[in-house]
């Protein structure tokens, strides 16, 4: 029996702010394909898929077989296939024992292409999904190559700028000769994720009939942690310590790094800043170039008055994304807290250079005398 969701705030893992602007994903975006030849005719093995997450996109990587997220699928156990001339077909979960955020899907497709895989993820970089507002497959904006995924990490993600949106989730992450680097998982505020294609060969290991088990635990995990948290960023309320709790023992078994970041807003917004840094910090463990990750684990940081526990991560960040507004943000105020004059020195010049109408304001919050620092507390 199907329980899909309505269409939620995990969508993406950092929600994407979308007030005011004009998506790529218009009607006249979707009209052509401006991308190079090779990203365009990728369209054709990328399908609009529902699930648990009704708005998601997979990829063919053979005659019979998709990829996508497995937080599209979550515990579901079929997935519709939407088709480009408007038909569906039913596709069956193949159960895994994977820890990382794909699934498999077996259903009779027609005749079209598979992605071959790629590695050099140098170039440009194009996602490949559906565009939730026409229903369609397209090619969104090119990006490039933020960092390549930790090597020492098996569950690490490639990061980029290529554009995602909701409902993206699953789909193909190119290079200018079409070639799967990547497929789509989450992402926001210009910087986005994809679970590198060569992961693709360990799910298939470690798929199957034997793996229906644990495949059901891992799904049940993704959808109790996913509705909980999507029921806590819809209220305005604090978080009980009962639901925090079922918050916290969900998301944790889940394994997956976007859900990690969720639990840890959700239960920071609530003032738990050890549980919500626990949470950062596992995700970074898991990811250690996740940038939206570890710039929420700032946030916590700084809420929580542990201005110098964040420096590092304030400096790591100035060295990957030192045009990024916010981060130029937290090397003044963190800076000044944490009493590292070479760290505010540092954010005043990057305004200066890349947002120099906020240089004053800047200025002045460094010339302003320092606010109180009242104890910091794990609760509320």
């Known amino acids: 029996m199907s329980r899909r969701r309505a269409p939620g705030l995990a969508a993406l893992a950092v929600a994407v702010a979308l007030s005011g602007v004009a998506l790529p994903g218009s009607a006249a975006a979707a009209a052509g394909c401006k991308a190079p030849e090779p990203v365009c005719a990728a369209r054709a093995g990328v399908f609009r898929v529902s699930a648990f997450d009704p708005h998601g996109s997979a990829v063919r990587i053979s005659a019979d077989l998709l990829v996508t997220n497995r937080h599209v699928v979550a515990d579901e156990t079929e997935v519709q296939v939407h088709l480009a001339d408007g038909g569906t077909v ?5 159960p895994t024992s994977f820890a990382g955020d794909l699934v498999l899907v077996r259903a ?5 292409p598979v992605l071959a895989q790629g590695t050099d993820t140098g170039g440009d970089l194009y996602t490949v999904a559906q565009n ?9 904006p090119k990006g490039r190559r933020i960092l390549d995924p930790d090597a020492d990490k098996p569950y690490a993600r490639l990061h980029h700028t290529a554009y995602s949106q909701p409902g993206t989730s699953g789909g193909a992450v190119v290079t200018a000769k079409g070639a799967l680097v990547g497929i789509a998982t989450s992402g926001g505020q210009g910087r986005f994720e994809a679970v590198p294609a060569a992961q693709i060969a360990a799910l298939e290991a470690a798929s199957g009939p034997d793996h229906a088990t644990r495949s059901a635990a891992i799904g049940k ?5 996913t509705v909980l948290v999507e029921a806590a960023m819809r209220s305005n309320d604090v978080v009980p310590e009962s639901i925090a709790g079922d918050i916290s023992r969900h ?3 889940s394994g997956n790094r976007q859900l990690y970041d969720l639990a840890a807003q959700v239960l920071g917004r609530s003032r738990m800043f050890d549980q919500s840094a626990a949470f950062f910090e596992k995700a970074l463990d898991k990811d250690p170039n996740a940038v939206n990750s570890r710039i929420g684990y700032v946030v916590t940081l700084s809420f929580a008055r542990r201005h110098a ?3 590092p991560h304030v400096r790591w960040l100035l060295k990957v994304v030192p045009t990024a507004t916010a981060v130029q943000r937290f090397a003044v105020q963190i800076g000044k807290l944490a009493g590292d004059k070479a760290l505010t020195e540092k954010g005043l010049a990057l305004i200066a250079k890349h947002n120099p109408a906020q240089l004053e304001a800047a200025k002045r919050f460094v010339d302003a005398p320092a606010p109180s620092q009242p104890r910091r507390g794990s609760g509320r």
Not at 90 to 94: C, F, I, L, P, T
């Open 309 to 311: 526990d964040a420096v």
């Open 90 to 94: 039913e596709g069956a979960v193949v």
């Open 132 to 140: 939730i507002a026409t229903r369609k497959t397209q090619v969104f």
């Open 251 to 253: 998301c944790d078994a």
């Open 221 to 225: 995990a993704y959808r109790e942690c």
């Open 108 to 112: 009779k497709l027609p005749e079209g």
